[in-house]
């Protein structure tokens, strides 16, 4: 384990931490932010030493957004938004791996308008 991972690592157990002090609006929100934030970033073409960062923080994002998904009772909304996220989850793994003319951009689109719909339900 590399001391960037290591360091990550705890950054965001530190962030999770802290979030469930907090209620659950402010943490799904702040996830759509940071994997947006991350998204953005691996599709402007980050710098080498920065790019192992944002994907780790996008997929892990991306990860707990679709652990918060109340399949039980969220019914077609959670099955719809659970694929929206499997689709930014391999969008980002298929651009950062194959490294092809593809990019982020469906995904952050996505994102943003899962995000202004989180908004707008507080």
């Known amino acids: 384990m ?24 402010a943490a799904v929100k702040f996830a759509l932010e940071q994997a947006i934030v991350s998204m953005e970033k691996l599709n402007s073409g980050v710098v080498e030493e920065e790019k192992e960062h944002h994907i780790e923080r996008a997929l892990s994002c991306i990860y707990f957004l679709q652990k918060c998904l109340d399949f039980e009772n969220g019914g077609d909304l959670a099955k719809n938004l659970f694929k929206v996220y499997e689709y930014c989850r391999s969008q980002i793994i298929s651009v950062t791996l194959n490294k092809s003319d593809q ?15 989180w908004e707008g339900i507080k």
């Open 2 to 25: 590399n001391l960037a991972f290591a360091l990550n690592s705890y950054n965001q157990a530190k962030v999770a931490k802290d979030l469930q002090k907090g209620d659950g609006y």
């Open 103 to 117: 990019n982020l951009d469906s995904s952050i689109g996505f994102a943003k308008t899962v995000l202004e719909g």
